[in-house]
């Protein structure tokens, strides 16, 4: 092979002193097949060495089919099991008698995987055409406790103006509860979102991209009017967008572990990076995140009149304790309601329940597993049928009553025999009036010795009782009062009606000792 010296002096005797091929081949010392060939050749072409056949492979070539072979297989294997280029060196050693070097089938087997590497193509969206939606986890500080925070991270592909909202669990309610927050935070619907294969919006999957959706994911595309696109299986690098953007919150907002006291901080916090990111101007773009969202903003469907409710609805039927069981957890209802079928729906941080279209429970829901919540109200007609309950029931220890009505009870049992009875009117008061407000009644009830009911009724009584203003007469309108003239008082008749009194100079000296 020639050097790059070689070609120009090729070229500049041809081109410039006009040397034919044949006088250049016989005082340059070249081939005349050289000579024409690096005239044919772009100038500005280095010149290679080029294979008129590929080499041979002797000790490779015939593992070659193999390699191939496991590298298809291991296709179908998950990600994280799929054979190494040294595990494949020892098993062509081991089973197969191959005496070539590691180092050889390493670069083979690169070399067959470059092969085999995907191509993409580069897409672009219109504004409002298009969002994509995932989750994620990140470890934060809850309360003085390290807790997993369930993300749930959504993307507008024209804008890149991101959504992040952090939840305790990735269950049906945070999810739909996630997409209501994104298109009110967003302002409008995108036309289409890409998904995953979550089994909280498939049932089944099809051959192809056909899906069974769950019906309540169906109904949430219903109420906003989006289509739904989902990633063929094991394809997350079709919603890249969104899978970036799970990174980028963990690195750049997360990393350390930010210190809480409620899911509502974290997400305000999480909300406030989402608007920090809207400054940033993604490569290749002219504008800003937000100001592209700005122009995409207008292009998105239309929110409906009333939001989505983000809330799993399961029938349930109340005990003979008064209690519906949900997730392992028990949660009270009024005893009314007891032996009958209702209806409870699960949000994500709120337990309702309903006779038909009538609220007749809410809890805070628990995340604990075999607990009981209870509200006491919902017993007070049974304990006042049964006050010898009123001590040991477990609705009144769970800590919402001060400690003062406890007081008050064994207060009321030590001075009269139905004392329980009575203490149950007391807690009438709190259904009747703010529960602050009877507690501060009993408090000073306690303080006074006054352990009756009548007490605390009259205390409530009196800063319940409006106190009416005194509206002085107006001169104006009583003109008549201008010129009333009124006797000047005397009280020599009140003297009249006391006991004869001492003279002044007696009650003088009386004074004075």
């Not at 809207?278 to 903003?297: I, K």
Request: net charge positive.
């Amino acid at each position: 092979m020639i050097e790059v010296v070689d070609k120009d002096i090729i070229r500049r005797l041809h081109h410039v002193q006009g040397w034919s091929e044949r006088r250049i081949a016989r005082e340059v010392g070249f081939a005349r097949a050289t000579v024409r060939k690096y005239l044919q050749e772009e100038s500005d072409t280095v010149p290679r060495y080029r294979l008129r056949q590929p080499r041979t492979k002797p000790v490779l070539d015939p593992v070659l089919p193999l390699l191939q072979q496991w590298l298809a297989d291991d296709a179908h294997q998950p990600k994280k099991q799929r054979r190494t280029a040294y595990r494949m060196w020892v098993q062509l050693r081991d089973e197969h008698g191959f005496t070539g070097a590691e180092s050889s089938v390493r670069h083979m087997v690169r070399d067959l995987k470059g092969s085999q590497r995907p191509v993409f193509v580069p897409l672009a969206f219109a504004p409002g055409e298009r969002a994509e939606v995932d989750w994620g986890t990140a470890q934060i500080i809850l309360n003085g406790v390290v807790t997993t925070a369930h993300l749930f991270c959504a993307r507008l592909r024209y804008s890149s103006m991101p959504f992040v909202m952090a939840f305790p669990h990735e269950q049906q309610e945070a999810f739909f509860e996630g997409h209501r927050h994104a298109f009110e935070h967003w302002g409008g619907v995108p036309k289409h979102v890409v998904y995953d294969n979550l089994t909280t919006a498939v049932q089944q999957v099809l051959a192809g991209h056909g899906r069974i959706e769950q019906q309540a994911f169906v109904c949430l595309r219903m109420h906003y009017l989006f289509e739904a696109v989902f990633c063929n299986v094991a394809s997350g690098h079709e919603k890249g967008s969104v899978e970036s953007l799970v990174g980028t919150i963990r690195r750049r907002y997360l990393a350390p572990m930010p210190t809480v006291s409620s899911w509502t901080e974290l997400n305000d916090y999480l909300w406030d990076s989402c608007q920090h990111e809207a400054g940033e101007t993604r490569p290749g773009l002219a504008s800003s995140v937000g100001a592209r969202w700005a122009e995409e903003q207008p292009c998105l469907l239309h929110l409906p009149e009333r939001p989505f409710e983000a809330a799993r609805r399961v029938m349930v039927t109340a005990s003979k304790m008064a209690e519906v069981r949900f997730a392992t957890n028990r949660y009270s209802v009024p005893v009314a309601y007891a032996y009958q079928a209702l209806v409870l729906k699960a949000e994500v941080y709120t337990v309702r329940i309903y006779q038909h279209t009538t609220l007749i429970a809410e809890h805070p829901r628990c995340y604990g597993r075999h607990q009981t919540i209870s509200d006491w109200r919902h017993y007070l007609p049974v304990l006042a049928k049964k006050p010898g309950a009123v001590p040991f029931a477990a609705a009144l220890r769970t800590g919402e009553l001060a400690p003062v009505f406890e007081r008050f009870r064994q207060g009321l049992c030590a001075r009269q025999a139905n004392g329980n009875r009575t203490f149950v009117t007391v807690l009438e008061l709190c259904v009747q009036h703010p529960v602050a407000l009877v507690t501060r009644a009993v408090t000073e009830a306690v303080a006074r010795g006054a352990y009756q009911v009548e007490a605390v009724q009259q205390l409530l009584d009196g800063w319940l009782r409006p106190v009416l203003p005194v509206v002085p007469l107006d001169p104006e309108r009583y003109p008549e009062y201008a010129t009333l003239q009124l006797a000047p008082v005397s009280v020599a008749g009140y003297d009249r009606l006391l006991p004869s009194r001492p003279t002044s100079a007696s009650a003088s000296v009386e004074v004075l000792s």
